[in-house]
């Protein structure tokens, strides 16, 4: 064999054609090269407005004009078809579905109606027409609902508007959640327009203007996917500062003896829980290896040379390929079953604490007809509150469970251990007065049964809710 040296000695024309050859690959390179520097620089081109966004503009299409990429995405949520085992965007009657949840939210709104949650662009036409908001509610209701909000909290000031109604704030309240929420309008640059959330960590010595990029990645949703509740004059707080978990929580606001109704069946001083989607993730592996929000719901797209974020905030499944399997090596359909799996396990520990639950709120109210005492049942209505606020920590969570699987099913248990240790020290007293036990449970097997069973009139409920739509809800519209 002769080497490369020998031959062009005997070959000098190589010489040439080795040295052009070169030339070739590193002219093209270079362009390759270019073409990577060029499409970065694509990608913070549009970063470039073509008209100012005025600092507390609430309108999504005023912002579209200068990112009609990103408004094109977000208006996606107006789409209401995907549906997966558990989620998606489209209407599910939680109350049908789940007809135990009207018996364990006896006395309280929510056993009216409560449907799945839908798109951000629904946001404001689900508050008008959801049956919750027949009977008075504050201001603070409509404080994760629109981009509104921001702009009245600095012409009101935060505390004037929390004091005002719901109804009063109304007018003010045209737009959905949108680009206002998370962006600063002159840098874009994510930001936090809700003020609970920065108290909420500063009373834990915590700057949340220190936070880092990819925390902001989720903080910005944590403005609204949390626990909370009204402080003070409806002030709006969140309950951290003993910790996120659901027993943290709990001992908060028992601390503060705070009592979000009291139960019209049993009379147990009850908390529900909201929508502790930040908190339960936070539990869960994805948080600890700093996987935000935003990886899993607003991946990145690609259109042409520009990368950017897809703001059609939705599940997570409709879209495998962009919000998983940038990390993720298996088939998608191996990961989705990996999913459904989990799912399923924190489903079925729900709907065994959803009947022990409602059972012990029923046999409740048969130890209080009875003639039990105020001292008898204070232990018993201590556990039911606590068993509650523990299933509804995991329940009223997004993803059944999914965010952080373990916790959740451990949460799940310690509800069911405090609800069937509820109905063991309610036989003492069933024995007591002579109640026969197990008692005779009502036919609670369907949403509409489950009303009746509590004593509520829905056809006078949504009577008054169309009579209000019809009369006082063109009127706010009309106001801009
Ligand atoms: C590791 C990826 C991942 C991360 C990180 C993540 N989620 Fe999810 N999320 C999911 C999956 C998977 C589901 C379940 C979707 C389903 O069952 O269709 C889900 C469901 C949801 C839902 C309900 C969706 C629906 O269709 O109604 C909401 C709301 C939600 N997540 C909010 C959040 C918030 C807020 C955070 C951050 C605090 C977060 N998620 C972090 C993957 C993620
Ligand atoms: C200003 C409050 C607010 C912010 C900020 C916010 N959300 Fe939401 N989100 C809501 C509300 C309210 C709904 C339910 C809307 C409805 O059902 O009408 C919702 C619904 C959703 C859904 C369900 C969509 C569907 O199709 O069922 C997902 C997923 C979601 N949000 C994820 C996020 C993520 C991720 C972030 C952060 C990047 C975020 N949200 C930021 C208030 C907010
Ligand atoms: C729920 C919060 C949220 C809302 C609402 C929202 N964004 Fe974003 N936006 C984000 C996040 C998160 C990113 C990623 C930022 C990052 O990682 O630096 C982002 C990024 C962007 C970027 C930077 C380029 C890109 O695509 O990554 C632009 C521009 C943008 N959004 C425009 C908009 C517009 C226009 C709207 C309203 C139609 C909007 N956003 C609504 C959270 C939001
Ligand atoms: C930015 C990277 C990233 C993204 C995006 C991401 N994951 Fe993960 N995921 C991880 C990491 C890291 C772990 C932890 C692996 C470990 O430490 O063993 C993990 C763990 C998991 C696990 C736990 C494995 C188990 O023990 O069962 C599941 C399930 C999972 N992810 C599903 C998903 C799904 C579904 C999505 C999309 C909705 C997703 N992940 C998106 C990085 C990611």
Redesign the pocket.
């Known amino acids: 064999m002769k080497n490369i040296g020998e031959i062009s000695k005997q070959k000098p024309w190589l010489n040439w054609v080795l040295f052009f050859a070169t030339v070739i690959i590193v002219f093209f390179i270079g362009l390759f090269a270019a073409s990577i520097i060029e499409r970065r620089s694509e990608a913070q081109l549009y970063f470039q407005m073509v008209s100012q966004i005025p600092d507390w503009e609430p309108d999504n299409a005023v912002w579209g004009e200068n990112f009609p990429r990103q408004y094109e995405r977000y208006l996606m949520t107006l789409d209401t078809t995907f549906e997966s085992k558990y989620y998606g965007s489209v209407m599910i009657d939680y109350l049908e579905k789940y007809p135990e949840l009207v018996v364990m939210w006896a006395g309280y709104a929510f056993s009216r109606d409560y449907n799945q949650g839908r798109g951000h662009y629904y946001s404001v036409t689900d508050v008008h027409n959801t049956l919750r908001t027949g009977v008075p509610q504050p201001a603070t209701c409509w404080t994760c609902k629109s981009t509104d909000v921001p702009r009245m909290m600095n012409e009101l000031g935060v505390e004037a508007y929390y004091a005002q109604t719901w109804a009063e704030m109304g007018p003010n309240i045209q737009n959905p959640i949108g680009c206002q929420d998370c962006h600063d309008p002159q840098t874009m640059n994510l930001r936090i327009t809700r003020p609970a959330l920065v108290e909420a960590f500063a009373r834990q010595g915590i700057d949340i203007n220190n936070a880092t990029h990819q925390e902001m990645r989720s903080l910005v949703c944590a403005q609204c996917h949390v626990e909370y509740y009204f402080g003070e004059n409806n002030y709006l707080m969140f309950p951290w500062d003993e910790g996120f978990s659901a027993e943290a929580m709990e001992r908060y606001k028992d601390n503060i003896d705070h009592v979000d109704w009291v139960h019209a069946l049993s009379r147990a001083p009850m908390l529900k829980a909201q929508h502790p989607d930040y908190e339960l993730y936070m539990t869960g592996?994805?948080a600890q290896?700093n996987?935000a929000c935003a990886?899993?719901h607003m991946p990145y797209m690609r259109e042409g040379g520009i990368k950017f974020t897809d703001h059609h905030l939705v599940s997570?499944l409709k879209k495998?390929d962009k919000?998983?399997m940038?990390?993720?090596r298996q088939e998608e359909s191996e990961?989705i079953a990996?999913?459904y799996e989990?799912q399923d396990r924190v489903s079925e520990l729900r709907k065994i604490a959803e009947k022990n639950l409602a059972r012990v709120h029923i046999e409740a109210k048969f130890a209080w007809d009875a003639g039990a005492t105020e001292e008898e049942m204070a232990p018993v209505l201590q556990l039911i509150r606590h068993s509650q606020w523990r299933w509804d920590w995991v329940a009223a969570a997004n993803a059944m469970g999914f965010h952080s699987p373990s916790e959740a099913l451990r949460v799940l248990g310690t509800s069911i251990q405090k609800a069937q240790e509820a109905s063991l020290k309610l036989t003492s007293i069933f024995r007591k007065y002579d109640i026969a036990y197990p008692i005779q449970m009502p036919d609670i097997s369907t949403k509409e049964k489950a009303q009746e069973f509590i004593g509520l009139d829905m056809e006078q409920i949504r009577a008054d809710k169309n009579n209000w739509k019809e009369t006082v809800l063109p009127e706010w519209l009309g106001q801009h």
């Open positions: 592996i994805h290896r996987v990886d899993c997570p495998v919000s998983c940038v990390c993720h990961l990996r999913v989990q």
